[in-house]
């Protein structure tokens, strides 16, 4: 099985982004999501939502689903947002309490960068979407252009040309561009469109260009320079081939222990009916990180 990196707890939204001098990259990654994501729908899920940094860009889509392993991110998220179309899910990525087929649209940013088994988490992705659905998915590109000159000068040992993925610290991993493309394939998506984004993460441009001007420029090589994969983020659009479902879907989740659906909500609790696991509601958010003990 594999193992799950969880930010309960963690100082993510201030020890990571505000005021961590991340401006530009905030920028960069929005300018690109934008261009990818279909801009209305039924309803999209972001995976690994955290906070609920990149949610005011899901205005045209009527429910949006904010899935996280961390209950503390999805607190922060409810606080901020405070909004009905938003349902805060607190799960696993591997095995998400999702009926097959249930949204339109997914995004995964800054995620995949902490996925031990890519292809299973991609499979599960692709088990959710609608026939037709957009996956949106950003990723570490191993073949980014410092590795690359680091690994030529001799002052990095790990080849950026190798197409297995590596991991460099526990749980982060960057991924060589043929080799995340292959992974999607088998998961069932077509690629439509890719992007370049963040080409100017250097600390020392950062602090003397402007953040509107360096993210303008980064939005107008995103999709110029896609074709070299050089930057250290790649974006990309593809979308699941598969049948249509023989009944419309209806209910929304499904057990994650057993794969029964529907669940049946009493109180607080939704109650599996074919194993009998119950599940906890906090605070507004839909625990499926663990069952309530009997």
């Given at each position: 099985?594999?193992?799950?990196?969880?930010?309960?707890?963690?100082?993510?939204r201030t020890d990571f982004w505000e005021g961590q001098g991340r401006e530009y990259e905030d920028r960069a990654e929005r300018i690109a999501l934008t261009k990818l994501l279909p801009p209305q729908g039924r309803r999209l899920i972001e995976i690994g939502a955290g906070y609920g940094r990149l949610a005011s860009l899901y205005q045209g889509y009527d429910e949006v689903l904010l899935l996280d392993y961390a209950l503390s991110q999805l607190q922060q998220a409810r606080q901020q947002l405070a909004n009905d179309r938003f349902c805060y899910i607190a799960a696993d990525l591997y095995n998400t309490p999702l009926v097959d087929c249930c949204v339109d649209a997914a995004v995964m940013v800054r995620v995949m960068h902490h996925v031990q088994d890519p292809l299973a988490a991609l499979n599960e992705i692709a088990r959710i979407l609608s026939p037709d659905g957009a996956f949106i998915l950003e990723y570490a590109n191993k073949r980014n252009l410092k590795a690359v000159l680091r690994y030529l000068l001799r002052r990095q040992e790990w080849n950026p040309f190798a197409l297995q993925p590596v991991e460099f610290v526990h749980l982060n991993f960057d991924f060589h561009p043929a080799y995340m493309e292959s992974q999607l394939?088998?998961?069932?998506?077509?690629?439509e469109e890719q992007l370049a984004v963040s080409t100017f993460r250097l600390p020392l441009l950062k602090r003397l260009v402007p953040t509107s001007l360096l993210a303008g420029l980064d939005g107008l090589l995103q999709r110029p320079s896609a074709?070299?994969?050089?930057?250290?983020?790649?974006?990309?659009?593809?979308?699941?081939?598969?049948?249509?479902?023989?009944?419309?879907v209806e209910a929304l989740f499904r057990c994650p222990t057993c794969g029964a659906t529907p669940l049946r909500p009493s109180g607080a609790v939704l109650i599996c009916l074919g194993c009998g696991r119950r599940w906890?509601?906090?605070?507004g958010i839909y625990n499926f990180r663990e069952p309530i003990a009997p």
């Amino acid at each position: 099985m594999a193992e799950i990196c969880d930010y309960q707890d963690s100082g993510y939204r201030t020890d990571f982004w505000e005021g961590q001098g991340r401006e530009y990259e905030d920028r960069a990654e929005r300018i690109a999501l934008t261009k990818l994501l279909p801009p209305q729908g039924r309803r999209l899920i972001e995976i690994g939502a955290g906070y609920g940094r990149l949610a005011s860009l899901y205005q045209g889509y009527d429910e949006v689903l904010l899935l996280d392993y961390a209950l503390s991110q999805l607190q922060q998220a409810r606080q901020q947002l405070a909004n009905d179309r938003f349902c805060y899910i607190a799960a696993d990525l591997y095995n998400t309490p999702l009926v097959d087929c249930c949204v339109d649209a997914a995004v995964m940013v800054r995620v995949m960068h902490h996925v031990q088994d890519p292809l299973a988490a991609l499979n599960e992705i692709a088990r959710i979407l609608s026939p037709d659905g957009a996956f949106i998915l950003e990723y570490a590109n191993k073949r980014n252009l410092k590795a690359v000159l680091r690994y030529l000068l001799r002052r990095q040992e790990w080849n950026p040309f190798a197409l297995q993925p590596v991991e460099f610290v526990h749980l982060n991993f960057d991924f060589h561009p043929a080799y995340m493309e292959s992974q999607l394939r088998e998961a069932g998506f077509g690629l439509e469109e890719q992007l370049a984004v963040s080409t100017f993460r250097l600390p020392l441009l950062k602090r003397l260009v402007p953040t509107s001007l360096l993210a303008g420029l980064d939005g107008l090589l995103q999709r110029p320079s896609a074709g070299l994969k050089l930057a250290p983020s790649l974006f990309l659009r593809g979308r699941i081939r598969k049948a249509a479902p023989v009944a419309a879907v209806e209910a929304l989740f499904r057990c994650p222990t057993c794969g029964a659906t529907p669940l049946r909500p009493s109180g607080a609790v939704l109650i599996c009916l074919g194993c009998g696991r119950r599940w906890a509601i906090q605070d507004g958010i839909y625990n499926f990180r663990e069952p309530i003990a009997p």
